[in-house]
């Protein structure tokens, strides 16, 4: 087990084998690697853990992953109202980033499909959140129950449309025979008459 305290920097390399935990700060110039848990401000047995949130520039490649969702840890559970209206208003675009005046974030030259953040707001405000310099994001994730319960609420419309149509069908059938039934009629009276 080691422990500092203050800031500690490495610029080669640094092997720990046990326990090791920095009170202050750490600073790794280089490639850094981790094999177990990586805690960050707080303890856990799992992967990486922050107390706080991570930035990334660049992409995050994984192979799996789970978000906490269990019951247990919810209260005020309220069933979504209104998705398809609230889908309907909210524009799909495609973009490029403004590479040269943000350098510091790496963007890439691709184009990417996505939201707005302002425009999302305005709609469903919990799925955007502001940093410390007032710039959105989107919590990309929450729009799966918000197009789940709009794909309900537009498969109950087809589902309407479908019944009306069956019976427009069953009424077209009943004039046909109503309409036929009469030219019959209309056709023995012509003989009658000659």
Not at 72 to 99: H, P, Q
Not at 171 to 181: F, G, K
Request: glycine letters at 12%; proline letters at 2%.
């Amino acid at each position: 087990t080691s422990t500092a305290t203050g800031l500690a920097t490495f610029t080669g390399g640094i092997a720990v084998a046990g326990t090791s935990s920095v009170t202050g700060g750490i600073t790794f110039d280089g490639t850094t690697s981790f094999t177990g848990a990586l805690n960050v401000g707080a303890t856990t047995a799992t992967g990486v853990y922050t107390g706080t949130g991570i930035s990334v520039s660049g992409t995050v490649t994984a192979s799996g992953s789970a978000l906490t969702s269990d019951r247990r840890y919810k209260k005020d559970i309220a069933r979504l109202t209104s998705a398809l209206d609230d889908v309907m208003k909210i524009r799909g675009v495609s973009y490029n980033w403004r590479r040269s005046e943000f350098p510091t974030y790496a963007f890439d030259n691709n184009t990417h499909y996505g939201f707005i953040a302002q425009e999302v707001e305005e709609v469903i405000p919990e799925l955007v959140g502001t940093d410390e310099l007032g710039m959105k994001s989107i919590r990309y994730l929450g729009f799966t129950p918000v197009l789940l319960e709009a794909m309900k609420e537009q498969q109950a419309e087809i589902e309407e449309l479908k019944d009306l149509v069956k019976e427009l069908k069953e009424d077209n059938i009943m004039i046909r025979e109503e309409l036929e039934a009469l030219r019959e009629l209309v056709l023995g009276l012509g003989d009658g008459v000659r």
